[in-house]
């Protein structure tokens, strides 16, 4: 093998090389946005699931006041106080 032959075949090693880090990178890249929106759709259904269990807890809290409130005015009108 030549020098010349050496040379070329170094360069297409390296040619190929930097082809295989170009493409690492993009996979990298479109890895690390993917985990971004993950990350971002997470958050936000966490959110969601804090605001709808607060929202129960509230109908639950006023639900009960309202029984509580029926079932006393019930029983006073029954005469069972």
């Given at each position: 093998m030549s020098d010349e032959q050496s040379i070329g075949d170094i360069r297409e090693r390296l040619a190929r090389m930097?082809?295989?880090q170009i493409q690492l990178h993009e996979?990298?890249?479109l890895?690390?946005?993917?985990?971004?929106?993950?990350?971002n759709r997470t958050r936000r259904l966490e959110e969601d699931a804090h605001s709808i269990k607060t929202?129960?807890?509230?109908?639950?809290?006023?639900?009960?006041?309202?029984?509580?409130t029926a079932?006393?005015?019930?029983?006073?009108k029954i005469g069972i106080e």
């Amino acid at each position: 093998m030549s020098d010349e032959q050496s040379i070329g075949d170094i360069r297409e090693r390296l040619a190929r090389m930097e082809q295989r880090q170009i493409q690492l990178h993009e996979m990298i890249t479109l890895s690390m946005s993917n985990f971004g929106d993950l990350a971002n759709r997470t958050r936000r259904l966490e959110e969601d699931a804090h605001s709808i269990k607060t929202k129960l807890w509230l109908a639950g809290l006023v639900g009960g006041a309202i029984f509580s409130t029926a079932w006393a005015v019930f029983k006073r009108k029954i005469g069972i106080e």
